[in-house]
């Protein structure tokens, strides 16, 4: 598959190969392919995942004996996350409690 950048994550575990992906795709372009080389297995769960949450697009992955190449499609520049969840929301709780 064919890509812009290459973003290498051979050797870190989890959660390193997600936080470098988003940090990387906070200043990629819209529509610019990022492969990520993981060899973390959990990468292949995680980065999907990520997508999912973030509206990034996940085009697929490719095992090449240790290293999993995962190929994501960058959202618009500087797109919005989800804001992580507040104390209270971990809890259970609302804002009236």
């Known amino acids: 598959m064919d890509y812009d950048i290459d973003l290498d994550?051979?050797?870190?575990?989890?959660?390193?190969?997600?936080?470098?992906?988003?940090?990387?795709?906070?200043?990629?372009?819209?529509?610019t392919i990022l492969r990520v080389r993981a060899t973390d297995p959990m990468a292949a769960v995680d980065l999907p995942h990520f997508c999912a949450e973030t509206g990034h697009e996940f085009l697929g992955l490719d095992s090449q004996g240790p290293v999993t190449c995962c190929f994501i499609r960058a959202k618009n520049k500087g797109g919005t996350e989800p804001a992580p969840p507040s104390s209270s929301d971990r809890l259970g709780l609302s804002a009236t409690e």
Do not use: N
């Not at 994550?9 to 529509?31: I, N, S, T, W």
């Open 9 to 31: 994550c051979e050797g870190l575990l989890c959660p390193l190969p997600v936080l470098r992906a988003r940090k990387r795709l906070l200043l990629m372009d819209q529509g």
